[in-house]
T-cell receptor, first 113, second 112 residues
Framework: GESVGLHLPTLSVQEGDNSIINCAYS??????FIWYKQESGKGPQFIID?????DKRQGQRVTVLLNKTVKHLSLQIAATQPGDSAVYFC????????????FGKGTKLSVKP | DAGVIQSPRHEVTEMGQEVTLRCKPI?????LFWYRQTMMRGLELLIY????????DSGMPEDRFSAKMPNASFSTLKIQPSEPRDSAVYFC??????????FGSGTQLSVL
């Protein structure tokens, strides 16, 4: 029979609004986190990263927040645009071991014009 | 910079056939990664190289999969024999100092 695909969490926002995408990571020893954006038919694209010695980091229209107490990561996108529509993945290094970059399942962001 | 280049973009083959995926990393990057993406399992690391040497291949599903990096500008991922459950998008990525992976556009593999 046909396999059932993984149901991605979906966030739908109005153009111009702010978006917040959340991610719970698994390993309390992880010390480096990255957000990637994947548009349809393309490979993941680096957005922003943060190390565990920081709580917040800002880029152009994006902000990443890290709460190590509850192992939570969020990506905030200001003034969301149609071009922001994509699947967003958080990724963590597993205890700092090189190569063990663990990706989350992703959140699909849809921007309504 | 052209970015990470993967070929072919799409591959359709029959079960039992050999499949070879190719990757050219970004010049100067020391790390090269092969990932597989499916709806069921998301992005999975298959293997990665540092300075052309395989470091961790624990993600390679079974002996049917093999990867090589004969030089700093080229890597291959081979599946022999291929099976329908290998159907997925295969990504190659490269980076300096392991961080900030840059991904290619992927190879969509369909095994019939």
């Amino acid at each position: 029979g046909e396999s059932v695909g993984l149901h991605l969490p979906t966030l739908s926002v109005q153009e111009g609004d702010n978006s917040i995408i959340n991610c719970a990571y698994s390993n309390s020893a992880s010390d480096y986190f990255i957000w990637y954006k994947q548009e349809s038919g393309k490979g993941p694209q680096f957005i922003i990263d943060i190390r565990s010695n920081m709580d917040k980091r800002q880029g152009q229209r994006v902000t990443v927040l890290l709460n190590k107490t509850v192992k939570h990561l969020s990506l905030q996108i200001a003034a969301t645009q149609p071009g922001d529509s994509a699947v967003y993945f958080c990724a963590e290094t597993n205890g700092g071991s090189q190569g063990n970059l663990i990706f989350g399942k992703g959140t699909k962001l849809s921007v309504k014009p | 910079d052209a970015g990470v280049i993967q070929s072919p973009r799409h591959e359709v083959t029959e079960m039992g056939q050999e499949v070879t995926l190719r990757c050219k990393p970004i010049s100067g990057h020391d790390y090269l990664f092969w990932y597989r993406q499916t709806m069921m399992r998301g992005l999975e690391l298959l293997i990665y190289f540092n300075n052309n040497v395989p470091i961790d291949d624990s993600g390679m599903p079974e002996d049917r999969f093999s990867a090589k990096m004969p030089n700093a500008s080229f890597s291959t991922l081979k599946i022999q024999p291929s099976e329908p459950r290998d159907s997925a998008v295969y990504f190659c990525a490269s980076s300096s100092f392991f961080e900030k992976l840059f991904f290619g556009s992927g190879t969509q593999l369909s095994v019939l």
